[in-house]
């Protein structure tokens, strides 16, 4: 059976083709990356605009990639959330369009199910059971997998998220939108050990993790080294060179007045400290509960800091191996929708919807994923 899959929780309208036999077919992405940067961060009425705008398109760009037409459907799958409502609604709208149309059977994906088994799109797949880190821009999970379903959280993030994490601290830094890519690449001119920043619930005895901490204290950092440069820009006027002190007015323009090395410096720190809990806790997880597969899924899976750390802690445990998802399909796209559902599908595990009545859900714990599957 081929489903044509939506994706539209957040900044990315993502549209594909998976085949229950032979995986994915086509995919095609818009980010709106672009359109947001100018407000520093997702605003949410703007990114349902337009997904409105991108999504037929698309949709035509993946049938004609494939050589496939409507006929050829089986299903349709949506992401039904979380996320931000008004995004989540422009994909299930259309999905379900689609599929009155076309008198097709339309499937809610929970987008961090998605996210999770994005791995098994690269060859060679990890089997289950497995360990999967989940990191994103809202989520930070470690959830034992024991098949399409079968999820159990073992630890989360009791305030922010790891791309949470990148993205405020970043923006402290004066980086650009979406702050985790940019700090990666101005951590890569920095040295981490110039700056001790804390690593939260390093030690803790759980699975769960908390990054508020360390964004105050790059917070508290920034402020320090602002000021620093503030005093040094005044003994330059008082030695008679005239300088004029840039608008201190908002976070960026402050940010802008620190010397590049010295952002380098903490950004190099940043990362280390983020990813330094993240291997640890994932790490212990995986042996304490006997498990030789680590899966990593979502945004912050890009990060090469923390694809390195992890292979070198794996390489010391026995049969230990770790999967990621391709790069493309780290972040947010209908790929990992589209094959979800086919994965539902041939696990018998996917309850169709053919009345088209439907609903989003903003937020939705993933494991109450199977009690909630009546809802679409
Ligand atoms: O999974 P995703 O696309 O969206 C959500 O479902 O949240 O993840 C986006 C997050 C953002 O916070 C972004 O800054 C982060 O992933 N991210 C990265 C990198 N690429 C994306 N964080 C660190 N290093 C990267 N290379
Ligand atoms: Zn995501």
Same mark, same amino acid.
């Given at each position: 059976?081929?489903?044509?899959?939506? #994706?539209?929780?957040?900044?990315?309208?993502?549209?594909?083709?998976?085949?229950? #036999?032979?995986?994915?077919?086509?995919?095609?992405?818009?980010?709106?990356?672009?359109?947001?940067?100018? %407000?520093?961060?997702?605003?949410?009425?703007?990114?349902?605009? @337009?997904?409105?705008?991108?999504?037929?398109?698309?949709?035509?760009?993946?049938?004609?990639?494939?050589?496939?037409?409507?006929?050829?459907?089986?299903?349709?799958?949506?992401?039904?959330?979380?996320?931000?409502?008004?995004?989540?609604?422009?994909? $299930?709208?259309?999905?379900?369009?689609?599929?009155?149309?076309?008198?097709?059977?339309?499937?809610?994906?929970?987008?961090?199910?998605?996210?999770?088994?994005?791995?098994?799109?690269?060859?060679?797949?990890?089997?289950?059971?497995?360990?999967?880190?989940?990191?994103?821009?809202?989520?930070?999970?470690?959830?034992?997998?024991?098949?399409?379903?079968? %999820? #159990?959280?073992?630890?989360?993030?009791?305030?922010?998220?790891?791309? #949470?994490?990148?993205?405020?601290?970043?923006?402290?830094?004066?980086?650009?939108?979406?702050?985790?890519?940019?700090?990666?690449?101005?951590?890569?001119?920095?040295?981490?050990?110039?700056?001790?920043?804390?690593?939260?619930?390093?030690?803790?005895?759980? %699975?769960?993790?908390?990054?508020?901490?360390?964004?105050? !204290?790059?917070?508290?950092?920034?402020?320090?080294?602002?000021?620093?440069?503030?005093?040094?820009?005044?003994?330059?006027?008082? @030695?008679?060179?005239?300088?004029?002190?840039?608008?201190?007015? @908002?976070?960026?323009?402050?940010?802008?007045?620190?010397?590049?090395?010295?952002?380098?410096?903490?950004? !190099?720190?940043?990362?280390?400290?983020?990813?330094?809990?993240?291997?640890?806790?994932?790490?212990?997880?995986?042996?304490?509960?006997?498990?030789?597969?680590?899966?990593? $899924?979502?945004?912050?899976?890009?990060?090469?800091?923390?694809?390195?750390?992890?292979?070198? $802690?794996?390489?010391?445990?026995?049969?230990?191996?770790?999967?990621?998802?391709?790069?493309?399909?780290?972040?947010?796209?209908?790929?990992?929708?589209?094959?979800?559902?086919?994965?539902?599908?041939?696990?018998?595990?996917?309850?169709?919807?053919?009345?088209?009545?439907?609903?989003?859900?903003?937020?939705?714990?993933?494991?109450?994923?199977?009690?909630?599957?009546?809802?679409?």
């Amino acid at each position: 059976m081929i489903i044509l899959g939506f #994706e539209s929780s957040c900044d990315e309208t993502g549209v594909a083709l998976a085949c229950t #036999e032979r995986g994915l077919l086509a995919h095609a992405l818009h980010s709106q990356i672009a359109m947001h940067g100018e %407000y520093g961060g997702v605003v949410p009425e703007l990114a349902s605009r @337009d997904h409105i705008r991108r999504v037929v398109p698309l949709t035509r760009q993946v049938l004609d990639g494939a050589g496939l037409s409507w006929r050829d459907l089986g299903a349709v799958a949506y992401t039904a959330g979380p996320g931000l409502g008004g995004a989540l609604l422009v994909g $299930a709208s259309v999905a379900q369009s689609v599929a009155w149309a076309h008198g097709l059977p339309t499937l809610g994906i929970h987008h961090l199910e998605g996210h999770l088994l994005s791995p098994l799109l690269a060859e060679p797949q990890p089997t289950f059971p497995f360990l999967a880190l989940l990191v994103s821009g809202g989520h930070t999970q470690i959830m034992k997998v024991s098949g399409v379903g079968e %999820y #159990e959280l073992l630890g989360e993030t009791l305030d922010d998220a790891a791309g #949470e994490a990148f993205d405020k601290t970043a923006k402290l830094m004066g980086l650009p939108y979406p702050g985790g890519p940019a700090l990666a690449a101005l951590a890569e001119q920095g040295d981490e050990h110039a700056v001790q920043l804390p690593r939260p619930m390093l030690h803790s005895h759980d %699975y769960d993790f908390s990054f508020s901490g360390l964004k105050t !204290a790059v917070l508290t950092r920034m402020r320090q080294l602002t000021a620093a440069a503030a005093h040094e820009r005044e003994t330059a006027s008082h @030695d008679g060179i005239a300088m004029v002190p840039p608008s201190t007015a @908002d976070t960026a323009a402050a940010a802008w007045t620190v010397p590049l090395q010295a952002r380098a410096d903490l950004a !190099a720190a940043t990362q280390a400290a983020i990813v330094d809990v993240l291997v640890a806790k994932a790490v212990r997880a995986l042996k304490d509960e006997g498990l030789t597969r680590l899966v990593v $899924a979502g945004g912050v899976g890009a990060n090469k800091r923390l694809r390195r750390k992890l292979q070198d $802690a794996l390489a010391s445990v026995h049969n230990a191996e770790v999967f990621f998802p391709p790069l493309e399909f780290c972040t947010d796209n209908g790929a990992m929708i589209a094959f979800a559902a086919a994965l539902r599908i041939n696990a018998g595990k996917a309850q169709f919807n053919t009345d088209h009545a439907f609903t989003v859900r903003p937020r939705w714990p993933l494991d109450q994923i199977e009690a909630s599957a009546e809802l679409f």
